[in-house]
T-cell receptor, first 113, second 114 residues
Framework: DVKVTQSSRYLVKRTGEKVFLECVQD?????MFWYRQDPGLGLRLIYF???????EKGDIPEGYSVSREKKERFSLILESASTNQTSMYLC????????????FGDGTRLSIL | GDSVTQMEGPVTLSEEAFLTINCTYT??????LFWYVQYPGEGLQLLLK?????DKGSNKGFEATYRKETTSFHLEKGSVQVSDSAVYFC?????????????FGSGTRLSIRP
């Protein structure tokens, strides 16, 4: 089975801090994704990556950046955390090719105080 | 652009009831269609998928049929259990999607009473 591991289940940070969320997958997948999930808004794509060092903006990239230095690891960075970034963050991965399903981690619930 | 519309919840049923969660989509060509399930405190899990018209995906007693003529992919289960309580997401992967991007519906929360 595909395993997508997010480094923290719960995280509390302060406004203005630089926050790192880490995600690792063990299936040699080409594609990796970061979403945030908020009540009433569903899943919204922040950034995705289709190869090492490659990244593309999703629907809501403002206030975020990403890093993919190794194939198995995809990091989401909040440059200067704000309270409106309090949310559930979900990482996913998928193999290359057309119409492949995404496999998700268990999520990180991030609170910005 | 491509989109997914699913019935709003919450949906509350008694155990052993029949379940239908409606999902319709708008897309160019023949996208792949998915149902994902999210149990409390967890990430999303792939429940089933269908990749072409008239395909039926099935898993854990759930079924959904890819209907091109009605652009629908409704989720059904004949007899639900308390353990089926979760949020269900309908999703599609556009035909020419870069990096297998997926478009998700807004989710339907299902609660099953014992």
């Amino acid at each position: 089975d595909v395993k997508v591991t997010q480094s923290s289940r719960y995280l509390v940070k302060r406004t203005g801090e630089k926050v790192f969320l880490e995600c690792v997958q063990d299936m040699d997948h080409e594609n990796m994704f970061w979403y945030r999930q908020d009540p009433g808004l569903g899943l919204r794509l922040i950034y995705f990556s289709y190869d090492v060092k490659m990244k593309e903006k999703g629907d809501i990239p403002e206030g975020y950046s990403v890093s993919r230095e190794k194939k198995e690891r995809f990091s989401l960075i909040l440059e200067s955390a704000s309270t409106n970034q309090t949310s559930m963050y979900l990482c996913a991965s998928s193999s290359g090719g057309v119409n492949q399903p995404q496999h998700f981690g268990d999520g990180t619930r991030l609170s910005i105080l | 652009g491509d989109s997914v519309t699913q019935m709003e919840g919450p949906v509350t049923l008694s155990e052993e009831a029949f379940l239908t969660i409606n999902c319709t989509y708008t897309a160019t060509g023949y996208p792949s269609l998915f149902w994902y399930v999210q149990y409390p405190g967890e990430g999303l899990q792939l429940l089933l998928k269908a990749t072409k018209a008239d395909d039926k995906g099935s898993n854990k007693g759930f079924e959904a049929t890819y209907r091109k003529e009605t652009t629908s992919f409704h989720l059904e289960k004949g007899s639900v259990q308390v353990s089926d309580s979760a949020v269900y997401f309908c999703a599609l992967s556009p035909l020419y999607s870069s990096a297998s991007k997926i478009i998700f519906g807004s989710g339907t929360r299902l609660s099953i009473r014992p």
